[in-house]
T-cell receptor, first 111, second 113 residues
């Protein structure tokens, strides 16, 4: 069963634009929400993560917005660059440590 | 600090065979998690090991098993391979628990013919 739903499946953005990827979860026991970036032929790499005690976290051009009541969180990539073209996964885990991933979003940033 | 290493990187097997994949975590990391990645199902959690004990298990059949050694290195085994087992198998290590920041290896690409 898919415990974390991610959208859109693919996204095309112009260079300099804002990329927005959304995720929703079901399990209220989840309390750690990371985002991973994966390039072809590589394993996923942690981009940014948030815990439910804050509603927003920003690191450089990457921002996570978190809405605990709606059980949703999103990744915003400001000033998107061609080098950001990759597949992005949201994930969630509980204190048990069993990480559940969204289906992934393939982002293409056009120059 | 060396990253997570996985061996072999590529593997071709036939149906009915078994396979063992290896993962060496980052030095000092005690938790190792395994994932299966396929185009259709995405990234799916297989299991997590900590201090040689399986702490969590995903929804996979018993043909999938694993173990962790005292040096935190981990192996996963798939017996009686099926065509649907073709996937990228990823290992991730973290300091203490699977909830801590996970560092992924490059994966082992398994093809079952």
């Amino acid at each position: 069963q898919q415990q974390v739903k991610q959208s859109p499946q693919s996204l095309i953005v112009q260079k300099g634009g804002i990329s927005i990827i959304n995720c929703a979860y079901e399990n209220t026991a989840f309390d750690y929400f990371p985002w991973y970036q994966q390039f072809p032929g590589k394993g996923p790499a942690l981009l940014i993560a948030i815990r439910p005690d804050v509603s927003e976290k920003k690191e450089g051009r990457f921002t996570i917005s978190f809405n605990k009541s709606a059980k949703q969180f999103s990744l915003h990539i400001m000033d998107s660059q061609p080098g950001d073209s990759a597949t992005y996964f949201c994930a969630a885990s509980s204190v048990r440590g069993d990480m559940r991933f969204g289906a992934g979003t393939r982002l293409t940033v056009k120059p | 600090k060396a990253g997570v290493t996985q061996t072999p990187r590529y593997l071709i097997k036939t149906r009915g065979q078994q396979v063992t994949l290896s993962c060496s975590p980052i030095s000092g990391h005690r938790s190792v998690s395994w994932y299966q990645q396929t185009p259709g199902q995405g990234l799916q959690f297989l299991f997590e090991y900590f201090s040689e004990t399986q702490r969590n298990k995903g929804n996979f059949p018993g043909r999938f098993s694993g173990r962790q050694f005292s040096n935190s290195r981990s192996e996963m085994n798939v017996s009686t391979l099926e065509l649907g087992d073709s996937a990228l198998y990823l290992c991730a290590s973290s300091l203490m628990t699977g909830k801590d920041e996970q560092f992924f290896g490059p994966g082992t690409r398994l093809t079952v013919l």
